[in-house]
């Protein structure tokens, strides 16, 4: 099971994420693998202490429509995989945030304005297509679509399978630094009715037995940031999957 650190970037520093309210969010700190909120630094620790090289960026700048964290993003990008969500749905840009190293652009339905959008940027970009991030609050798809957004998250995900989604991650920020679990029912009814689709869970996961039951739901990854600073899981954890 892929296991993908996650790192949230604002004001050029890690940030720790609570259940998506961005006005809430401060710098890293207490880690018990990181030595401050350095992006570089964070992305070293987790692959040093626990051999996690691919990670999750949400640069939360970029996505409020704010200058971007270009040079940290290159930077993370020669220490291991990053999957970057810099709120960008337009081919041009897509490219040249790939031109930094990045190995694939996440989309995600918040900043998203509709399935044709995306269908859009998967056709430009058929080599390296864009991961589609699942964005949700509580269960509720989040998107700039009204249409997209009234839509329960398996119709959501019909209809952006049609359009060319094959790497999912499914994000619900109501549960992102919660402690309350991931959403495993919602993991597995995806799973039932999309098998063809690689399913990345993300919000809530508290330790390995989160991950595990993620695995046995379908899951075929999981982002993970708090328990990995509090230690919750740690490398013995992670060796074992």
Known sequence: MRVIAVMDLAGGRVVHAVRGERERYRALQDSRIAAGADPLGVARAFRARLGLDELY???????A????HHDAVAALAREGRVLLDAGTSRPGEARRLLGLGVERVVVGTETLAGAAVYERLCAALPSRPPVLSLDLRAGRVLSLDPGLAALDPLEALALLTAAGAREVIVLDLARVGSGEGPDLDLIARLRERFGELALLAGGGVRDAADLRALRDA???????????????IGREELDAL
């Open 65 to 68: 429509g704010r200058d971007g």
């Open 57 to 63: 960026v949400a640069d939360l700048d970029a996505i």
């Open 218 to 232: 379908g899951a075929a990854g999981a982002l993970v940031a708090t328990a990995l600073h509090t230690g919750a």
